[in-house]
């Protein structure tokens, strides 16, 4: 049976109730933090905006780069998410306090446009980085052949569903990461979650048993 490749299922451990209550503080001076580089962004502080693409850039490109065909894309993508954050601070708008949620939020904004562009509204793209290259040609066939079998699963989830797992596995977020990002409760988001990977479990068995 085909199994998910490992960059796919891994995802960071959630804390238990007495870890997440000693990482209160730490979250609080976070948030203070984030505030206090919101202010100086939406002065259009340019050294803060650079703070914001280093600290935000590589989460939000292995989100993109789980969604999209190629890294060449994502990449491009993500550029266009902080110049999309530019623009809003520069015209007033932009986040007031979460601003990972509001980068995901644009990322998935500039993902669907894409999908508009290329007229593609209603397929999703997947693409995962191949493993790296075995010289075994029998090994790459399988290879390809467990990603391109990911990759037509995945594009059979609902939009709400890839969301989901990009940022999971792709970003490796927290379910509490997650369901900020996505303004949903925890409990909504582990329900969606287990569905979600329910069926890509189930649509790879099947798509996987079909090409045997």
Known sequence: MLTLPTPVMRFKRDPG???????????????????????????LDMRA???????????????????????????????????????????GRGPRESLRGWLYGVAANCVADHHRRQGLAQRSEHAVPAPSA?????????????????DQALRQLSEEQQHVIAL???????????????????????????????RLANLVGDLGGSGA
């Open 134 to 150: 075995a010289p075994d040609p029998a090994r790459q066939a399988e290879g390809r052949l467990r990603d391109e079998t990911l």
């Open 17 to 43: 109730p007495t870890e997440a209550r000693g990482n209160d503080a730490a979250v609080e001076r976070s948030s203070e933090a984030e505030r206090s580089l919101l202010e100086r962004a939406r002065r």
């Open 49 to 91: 905006h650079a703070e914001i693409f280093d600290a935000h850039y590589p989460a939000i490109f292995r989100y993109l780069r789980l969604r999209l065909p190629d890294a060449e894309l994502a990449e491009d993508l993500g550029a266009e998410v902080f110049t999309r954050l530019l623009e809003a601070m520069r015209d």
């Open 168 to 198: 999971r596995f792709g970003s490796e977020m927290r379910i509490r990461e997650v369901a900020e990002a996505m303004g949903k409760s925890e409990g909504a988001v582990k329900q969606l979650q287990a569905r979600a990977v329910a």
